[in-house]
């Protein structure tokens, strides 16, 4: 197992467009997170995933986010009509229930 | 609302020294604190965690110095080495997913 696996590393989109990316976690990981981080501050939760079900989502997951665990394995967050405040790194993490958190490397996300 | 707060922002030591960084926090409920180290184009790794039920850890160079009735919490770096530099994070959680705080970067100069 080589941890977890964030797909694509960099996206450049236009204003507008929509994106969708990939995580796939640490297979015994039940747990599945997303979190966003912007230049000189800490990740903040969007949602988690305990096997397939989506148990929390954050205040900060406007409607234009969408986040999927479909058979509680790999998952993806689409945002739809980007914006540039949508510009940020977008962080996936895996767990075996509340034990500690394994992070991917991201998906940097650049709005034009 | 900042459910944990970190400081200092910066941290500049020199080699061979003691790095500190600092965390506050107001949930009671929280009863998981680690700390996540940094390095650019890398998503956080987890450096070292403690519970409540216990004051210090220590794992190799790295320490957590813990203050349950303060609501504090702190990491110490001995003998901080020029590849300790990376952004470091305290988070906190408690049944619930995992708060950061804004982190501290931290560079160590020979």
């Known amino acids: 197992d080589t941890g977890v696996s964030q797909n694509p590393r960099h996206k450049i989109t236009k204003r507008g467009q929509n994106v969708t990316f990939r995580c796939d976690p640490i297979s015994e990981h039940n747990r599945l997170y997303w979190y966003r981080q912007t230049l000189g501050q800490g990740p903040e939760f969007l949602t988690y995933?305990?096997?397939?079900?989506?148990?929390?989502k954050s205040r900060l997951l406007s409607d234009r986010f969408s986040a999927e665990r479909p058979k509680g394995s790999f998952s993806t967050l689409e945002i739809q009509r980007t914006e540039q405040g949508d510009s940020a790194m977008y962080l996936c993490?895996?767990?075996?229930?509340?034990?500690?958190?394994?992070f991917g490397s991201g998906t940097r996300l650049t709005v034009v | 609302q900042q459910q944990v707060k970190q400081s200092p922002q910066s941290l500049i030591v020199q080699k061979g020294g003691i790095s500190i960084i600092n965390c506050a926090y107001e949930n009671t409920a929280f009863d998981y604190f680690p700390w996540y180290q940094q390095f650019p184009g890398k998503g956080p790794a987890l450096l070292i965690a403690i519970r409540p039920d216990v004051s210090e850890k220590k794992e190799g160079r790295f320490t957590i110095s813990f203050n349950k009735s303060a609501k504090q919490f702190s990491l110490h770096i001995m003998d901080s080495q020029p590849g300790d530099s990376a952004t470091y994070f305290c988070?906190?959680?408690?049944?619930?997913?995992?708060?950061f705080g804004k982190g501290t970067r931290l560079s160590v100069i020979a």
């Open positions: 988070a906190a959680a408690g049944n619930t997913p995992l708060v």
């Open positions: 993490a895996s767990s075996f229930l509340e034990s500690g958190y394994t």
């Open positions: 995933f305990q096997n397939e079900a989506q148990l929390e």
